[in-house]
């Protein structure tokens, strides 16, 4: 079945630093969604990316969707302690049952 | 407008008794999917609903079945609880018919223990 996985699974940096995690699917995705749990709390969602390639910005967080559709990441620039929290990535299959696959997550800390 | 809101936000069981959650959608959204989330597995989807009809489901057994009512609340139900079934049960709501392919709006949760 589809696996989505995420690297990072920690991260702790420094406030100040930037930090990127990444997304990998083992099949082909429609679209990729990505979301921030910080603890004790509920997944809120960022942004969606559809196209092949793309491209999108958000203040200090950049999200790229990968050219073959099967990978993504997120950058923050400059970490705030506003950041911590789990980032997940979400992605439905371009084939079979739709489901929405979470990734791992990377749980972000920030050292003030 | 109010949130995604779940009932009850935590439960206790014991083995092999059933259990019923409860998820009321934004107002207006009509698609609502439900989350399993664990330590272990992470967040796993269990099933989609639109329009009273189930159209998407996970992988799980079907110990865990759904229904939503015509006023687009949902309801999860678990028979024969297992401790493994000890997870927080997200339920999300979204706003057309396009469902898993738009944003998911969470609701709180319910934290079920099963002893």
């Known amino acids: 079945g589809q696996q989505v996985m995420q690297i990072p699974q920690y991260q702790h940096v420094q406030e100040g630093e930037d930090f990127t995690t990444y997304c990998n699917s083992s099949?082909?995705?429609?679209?990729i969604q990505w979301y921030k749990q910080r603890p004790g709390g509920h997944p809120v969602f960022l942004i969606q990316?559809?196209?092949?390639?793309e491209v999108k910005k958000q203040k200090r967080l950049t999200f790229q969707f990968g050219e073959a559709k099967k990978n993504s990441s997120l950058h923050i620039t400059a970490t705030q302690t506003t950041d911590v929290g789990t980032y997940f990535c979400?992605?439905?299959?371009?084939?079979?049952?739709?489901?929405?696959?979470f990734g791992t997550g990377t749980r972000l800390t920030i050292i003030p | 407008k109010a949130g995604v809101t779940q009932t009850p936000r935590y439960l206790i069981k014991t083995r092999g008794q059933q259990v019923t959650l409860s998820c009321s959608p934004i107002?207006?959204?009509?698609?609502v999917s439900w989350y399993q989330q664990t330590p272990g597995q992470g967040l796993q989807f269990l099933f989609e609903y639109f329009s009273e009809t189930q159209r998407n489901k996970g992988n799980f057994p079907g110990r865990f079945s759904g229904r939503q009512f015509s006023n687009s609340r949902s309801e999860m139900n678990v028979s024969t609880l297992e401790l493994g079934d000890s997870a927080l049960y997200l339920c999300a709501s979204s706003l057309n018919g396009a469902g898993l392919y738009n944003e998911q709006f969470f609701g709180p949760g319910t934290r079920l223990t099963v002893l």
């Open positions: 107002s207006g959204h009509r698609s």
């Open positions: 099949t082909t995705l429609s679209n």
């Open positions: 979400a992605g439905i299959s371009n084939f079979g049952n739709e489901k929405l696959t």
């Open positions: 990316l559809v196209k092949s390639g």
